[in-house]
């Protein structure tokens, strides 16, 4: 049984960060893409960024870059989000995912996804 257990999430003031941690278990990811998605109260359920299994490969969602940074540690099957000059329009629910298998109606597809953080940014 695959679980993806993310932590991290919590309550920051605008202009603050946060670090998100996903560990992963029932079976290995290394040769995978993992990432992040959220999804924020009345909105679609939105991707945040992606990593290879190498971690060559790295893409964010516009909004996200130059603040956010995505990382991994296959030793430990985990995925990370480093996520800078925090916004209140990130506050969102923020999902950990791995397995990607490819575009489904022009939306990236995940085979695994975990339960959700919350992360809550005051103005």
């Known amino acids: 049984q695959v679980q993806l257990v993310e932590s991290g999430g919590g309550l920051v003031q605008a202009g603050g960060s946060l670090r998100l941690s996903c560990t992963a278990s029932g079976r290995t990811f290394s040769k995978n893409f993992m990432g992040w998605f959220r999804q924020a109260p009345g909105k679609e359920r939105e991707f945040v960024a992606a990593?290879?299994?190498?971690?060559?490969?790295?893409t964010y969602e516009d909004s996200v870059k130059g603040r956010f940074t995505i990382s991994r540690d296959n030793a430990k099957n985990a995925v990370y989000l480093q996520m800078n000059s925090l916004k209140p329009d990130d506050t969102a629910v923020y999902y950990c995912?791995?397995?990607?298998?490819?575009?489904?109606?022009?939306?990236?597809?995940?085979?695994?996804w975990g339960q959700g953080t919350q992360v809550t940014v005051s103005s």
């Open positions: 990593i290879s299994g190498s971690g060559y490969i790295i």
């Open positions: 995912v791995a397995d990607y298998r490819g575009l489904v109606a022009g939306r990236r597809k995940y085979e695994y």
